[in-house]
């Protein structure tokens, strides 16, 4: 009967040691066989003859598509988030309707043109700016807020 103070230390040390590389050695072939498939750059016959050089010599297999294939597999994965990120950030903007709205710096630098070319005093500019930037829009006050809204609705 092997009980756990038969087992040394050390031994426990490289039993973890194999097991950690064993693992890793699976997420690595996992990695790669994903890589293999999003690679569009290689040809079917291309692909399969990875897949079964990795297969069938699983270790030899994983490191020589490493070394051969190893930097471009970086590359890959760089292009592939940058694509997933293209497409979230348009599913935003489409989502929000962000095309619909202009932000507040799309508002003050139209003011900002309309100031400098004369279209507008210095306090219409002042009293739009600061209807921008407290973003209350036309409904409140008075006749400065309904100045203020016609100018900003002049900028756009």
Request: no cysteine; hydrophobic share 45%.
């Amino acid at each position: 009967m092997e009980l756990a103070y038969d087992y040394p230390l050390l031994s426990m040390f490289w039993t973890m040691l194999w097991f950690f590389l064993w693992i890793m050695w699976f997420v690595l072939l996992f990695r790669i066989i994903g890589d293999i498939f999003r690679d569009d750059e290689l040809s079917g016959w291309g692909k399969t003859g990875w897949m079964i050089f990795v297969i069938v010599l699983p270790f030899l297999g994983v490191f020589v598509y490493v070394i051969a294939r190893g930097k471009s597999m970086g590359h890959r994965e760089i292009a592939h988030a940058q694509a997933q990120q293209a497409q979230l950030d348009a599913y935003i903007k489409k989502t929000a309707g962000e095309s619909s709205r202009p932000t507040s710096a799309d508002e003050l630098a139209k003011l900002s043109d309309m100031r400098s070319r004369g279209d507008i005093t210095d306090e219409e500019f002042r009293r739009a700016k600061a209807l921008v930037l407290s973003e209350t829009g036309p409904v409140g006050a008075g006749a400065g807020a309904t100045s203020a809204s016609t100018t900003t609705s002049a900028a756009h």
